[in-house]
């Protein structure tokens, strides 16, 4: 039997108790610093990587970084003579997102999300077009795949920064470069199309962005699949009308679908053929013929929160490649815009326009922090679990938990000891679906138990 543990979360708000948007980041505690490839050799450098300081309020995350990471960055195969430099980044990212308008807030170029070692995310778009006409943009993935370092990342003027999702590319089943064989990188996280994605980041709308695995169901049920984007090829052979179904100019054609084209960048770069993909426009978003919404995001239960949250996630394809729209291609809640900031270029020049002017608080990264801020009397994680599983506890450990499936039926009484013991408690005995837990206090928690 599988030791499993898991969450009996209150009956509160998403995100009192279990409290990701804090637990995720990656603190930097021992002082590291980033190191990148010159030539056969890997050199540190002078500033620190991943996240510096995490402070919040009730209503909001400020985390401080550098925007270097601690895994190897360089060298970057188109020529791009740039290197990771530290940004000074300071983001703000709201604790209790709110839908946006109908239809989202469409991302634009820079920096539209933070991975959680503090790197900063960009959309599909590589800022160009085909002939500069504004119609066909490029699509980053394509034109820029040559100028990645192993871990799928590249600097904008030092502004280290993913396009898609944050693996190595010989963690593909079809790498679509070998950049890794002599410049290795360990990237932010490795595909396991066994377990639940992690939580790699948050948008500036504060929903969280997962890896590219998931469970099948949005209640956490039908085991671990690929979370397929609903954002499909358009069948297209010629390119004269937009998505939406906008017949275009001649003069506003796109190239014919494999026809050759020079890159705008880099300078000098050889003519590719603009496969179908190759440009944002190539795509359309076909409702229902995948898990995800026109954001790349659902609606489900997930390991970080158990009682269901609305994430995105970093979609790959059967082969584990970036696939468009790779993050989302919109936001769908209400955005924090100081993230921001001013200046030309993209990103705004690379920094942010968010200053703190509330009462904060320092996260120290422990699990105390958690008990101790919201009189959980006690911890374990994750949830949901099997029946397969038995399940442990940390913290304030309750005297007594009597457990009701979802009839208000007591199928479960678990003592004190039986909770504390080193055995642990099995669940074979209890059916799949939601359970309420009550301690000798009143208060009520639930668990979701599924199918293994």
């Given at each position: 039997?599988?030791?499993?543990?898991?969450?009996?979360?209150?009956?509160?708000?998403?995100?009192?108790?279990?409290?990701?948007?804090?637990?995720?980041?990656?603190?930097?505690?021992?002082?590291?610093?980033g190191?990148?490839?010159?030539?056969?050799?890997?050199?540190?450098?002078?500033?620190?990587?991943?996240?510096?300081?995490?402070?919040?309020?009730?209503?909001?995350?400020?985390?401080?970084?550098?925007?270097?990471?601690?895994?190897?960055?360089?060298?970057?195969?188109?020529?791009?003579?740039?290197q990771?430099?530290?940004?000074?980044?300071l983001?703000?990212?709201?604790?209790?997102?709110?839908e946006?308008?109908?239809?989202?807030?469409?991302?634009?170029?820079?920096?539209?999300?933070?991975?959680?070692?503090g790197?900063?995310?960009?959309?599909?778009?590589?800022?160009f077009?085909?002939?500069?006409?504004?119609?066909?943009?490029?699509?980053?993935?394509?034109?820029?795949?040559?100028?990645f370092?192993?871990?799928?990342?590249?600097?904008?003027?030092?502004?280290?920064?993913?396009?898609?999702?944050?693996?190595?590319?010989?963690?593909?089943?079809?790498?679509?470069?070998?950049?890794?064989?002599?410049?290795?990188?360990?990237?932010?996280?490795?595909?396991?199309?066994?377990?639940?994605?992690?939580?790699?980041?948050?948008?500036?709308?504060?929903?969280?962005?997962?890896?590219?695995?998931?469970?099948?169901?949005?209640?956490?049920?039908g085991?671990?699949?690929?979370?397929?984007?609903?954002?499909?090829?358009?069948?297209?052979?010629v390119?004269?009308?937009?998505?939406?179904?906008?017949?275009?100019?001649?003069?506003?054609?796109g190239?014919?679908?494999?026809?050759?084209?020079?890159p705008?960048?880099?300078?000098?770069?050889?003519?590719?053929?603009?496969?179908?993909?190759?440009?944002?426009?190539?795509?359309?978003?076909?409702?229902?013929?995948?898990?995800?919404?026109?954001?790349?995001?659902?609606?489900?239960v997930?390991?970080?929160?158990?009682?269901?949250?609305?994430?995105?996630?970093?979609?790959?394809?059967?082969?584990?490649?970036?696939?468009?729209?790779?993050?989302?291609?919109?936001?769908?809640?209400?955005?924090?815009?100081?993230?921001?900031?001013?200046?030309?270029?993209?990103?705004?020049?690379?920094?942010?326009?968010?200053?703190?002017?509330?009462?904060?608080?320092?996260?120290?990264?422990?699990?105390?922090?958690?008990?101790?801020?919201?009189g959980?009397?006690?911890?374990?994680?994750?949830?949901?679990?099997?029946?397969?599983?038995?399940?442990?506890?940390?913290?304030?450990?309750?005297?007594?938990?009597?457990?009701?499936?979802?009839?208000?039926?007591?199928?479960?009484?678990?003592?004190?000891?039986?909770?504390?013991?080193?055995a642990?408690?099995?669940?074979?005995?209890?059916?799949?679906?939601?359970?309420?837990?009550?301690?000798?206090s009143?208060?009520?928690?639930?668990?979701?138990?599924?199918?293994?």
């Amino acid at each position: 039997m599988r030791t499993l543990l898991f969450f009996c979360l209150s009956i509160l708000p998403v995100g009192l108790l279990a409290q990701p948007e804090l637990e995720a980041w990656l603190l930097n505690t021992d002082g590291a610093t980033g190191q990148y490839w010159n030539g056969n050799s890997l050199v540190p450098m002078q500033d620190e990587c991943d996240v510096q300081l995490v402070q919040y309020s009730a209503d909001n995350v400020y985390v401080h970084a550098t925007g270097i990471p601690r895994y190897a960055t360089a060298p970057f195969p188109d020529g791009n003579p740039s290197q990771a430099t530290a940004q000074d980044y300071l983001f703000q990212i709201p604790r209790n997102p709110q839908e946006g308008p109908a239809g989202g807030t469409a991302t634009g170029l820079g920096h539209t999300g933070v991975l959680i070692n503090g790197v900063v995310i960009f959309n599909a778009q590589d800022a160009f077009s085909y002939n500069n006409q504004g119609f066909w943009h490029q699509n980053g993935g394509f034109f820029e795949n040559d100028g990645f370092d192993c871990a799928k990342g590249h600097p904008a003027m030092g502004r280290y920064h993913h396009h898609q999702v944050p693996t190595r590319f010989d963690d593909s089943l079809a790498p679509t470069s070998d950049v890794c064989g002599d410049f290795p990188s360990e990237a932010l996280f490795t595909v396991d199309p066994s377990a639940h994605s992690p939580l790699i980041g948050y948008a500036f709308d504060g929903y969280p962005i997962y890896g590219p695995y998931g469970f099948a169901n949005a209640d956490g049920s039908g085991g671990v699949v690929r979370i397929e984007t609903s954002w499909q090829l358009r069948d297209i052979a010629v390119r004269h009308t937009l998505p939406d179904g906008t017949e275009l100019a001649p003069n506003q054609y796109g190239p014919d679908v494999g026809e050759l084209v020079t890159p705008a960048i880099p300078p000098g770069a050889a003519p590719v053929a603009a496969v179908l993909g190759a440009y944002i426009e190539d795509h359309e978003y076909v409702e229902g013929s995948g898990h995800l919404d026109e954001f790349n995001g659902r609606f489900a239960v997930t390991p970080e929160y158990p009682e269901g949250a609305y994430a995105y996630y970093a979609t790959v394809d059967a082969d584990h490649n970036g696939q468009y729209p790779y993050f989302y291609p919109a936001y769908r809640g209400v955005v924090e815009t100081d993230n921001f900031g001013g200046g030309p270029g993209p990103g705004g020049g690379g920094g942010t326009n968010v200053t703190i002017d509330e009462e904060v608080e320092t996260w120290t990264g422990e699990v105390s922090d958690i008990l101790v801020q919201n009189g959980a009397p006690f911890f374990a994680y994750p949830n949901p679990a099997s029946r397969s599983d038995v399940v442990r506890f940390s913290g304030r450990v309750p005297d007594q938990l009597v457990v009701r499936d979802a009839a208000g039926r007591v199928v479960a009484e678990w003592k004190t000891a039986e909770l504390a013991g080193p055995a642990g408690m099995a669940l074979d005995g209890l059916s799949p679906g939601i359970h309420t837990c009550t301690d000798a206090s009143g208060s009520a928690r639930t668990l979701l138990i599924i199918d293994p």
